[in-house]
């Protein structure tokens, strides 16, 4: 018998990214920040976060200064996004 998993299925894309900071020694808090980041770009994009363009991830930054988010965040979410890309 097989147990069932109720989480969903890791997409191929994020196991990726899981394991190229797994390799670089990310603590859990930091692949944490770094995979909300790119689910904010995903939710901004609506397609695939991988496919965006230089274009989209400045409409992104615009959008989140638009909606009040501190620099420092800002920041952190870019940080991200360069390891992402």
């Not at 994020?14 to 904010?40: G, H, L, S």
């Amino acid at each position: 018998m097989t147990s069932t998993n109720p989480r969903k299925a890791i997409s191929p894309l994020r196991q990726r990214m899981i394991n190229d900071m797994t390799v670089r020694n990310f603590v859990p808090d930091t692949q944490r920040e770094y995979i909300r980041a790119v689910k904010k770009l995903a939710a901004f994009l609506k397609p695939s976060p991988d496919t965006a363009t230089a274009e989209d991830l400045r409409a992104f930054q615009l959008h989140l200064t638009e909606t009040g988010t501190n620099p420092p965040t800002i920041n952190a979410t870019v940080t991200a996004l360069r390891f992402f890309f």
